[in-house]
């Protein structure tokens, strides 16, 4: 059974930093693409950082050069380190994986991804 577990998250001030991690279990981890999500209130769950099945990426134009996703393979875990952050990044982070071979590209709706953590709140004051 396919489980993902995030931590990481926290309160922090606009300009801080924090690393999100998602330990997952249950599958073959390089047989799958995995990402990073956010969801704010009142808004759509959006892409944040994607890693694809080949070992390409992908980020959303808001976080580029702020956010940096990586993983280890021999921990089965994936990681978002955020910098620079800002009131704008405030919302729930969810961590998703979906079987198959994908490039980054192809991976940035929610819709492509068929397992969801329960998520881990990051939220940023000024």
């Given at each position: 059974q396919v489980q993902l577990l995030e931590s990481g998250g926290g309160s922090v001030q606009s300009g801080g930093s924090l690393r999100l991690s998602c330990e997952a279990s249950g599958f073959t981890y390089l047989s799958y693409f995995m990402g990073w999500f956010r969801q704010a209130p009142g808004k759509e769950r959006e892409a944040v950082a994607v890693f694809g099945s080949d070992?390409?990426?992908?980020?959303?134009?808001?976080?580029?050069?702020?956010?940096?996703?990586?993983?280890?393979?021999?921990?089965?875990?994936?990681?978002?380190?955020?910098?620079?952050?800002?009131?704008?990044?405030?919302?729930?982070?969810?961590?998703?994986?979906?079987?198959?071979?994908?490039?980054?590209?192809?991976?940035?709706?929610?819709?492509?991804?068929?397992?969801?953590?329960?998520?881990?709140?990051?939220?940023?004051?000024?």
């Amino acid at each position: 059974q396919v489980q993902l577990l995030e931590s990481g998250g926290g309160s922090v001030q606009s300009g801080g930093s924090l690393r999100l991690s998602c330990e997952a279990s249950g599958f073959t981890y390089l047989s799958y693409f995995m990402g990073w999500f956010r969801q704010a209130p009142g808004k759509e769950r959006e892409a944040v950082a994607v890693f694809g099945s080949d070992g390409s990426t992908s980020y959303a134009d808001s976080v580029k050069g702020r956010f940096t996703i990586s993983r280890d393979v021999t921990k089965k875990t994936l990681y978002l380190q955020m910098n620079s952050l800002i009131l704008e990044d405030t919302a729930m982070y969810y961590c998703a994986a979906g079987y198959g071979a994908r490039h980054a590209s192809y991976i940035l709706r929610a819709h492509n991804y068929g397992y969801w953590g329960q998520g881990t709140q990051v939220t940023v004051s000024s």
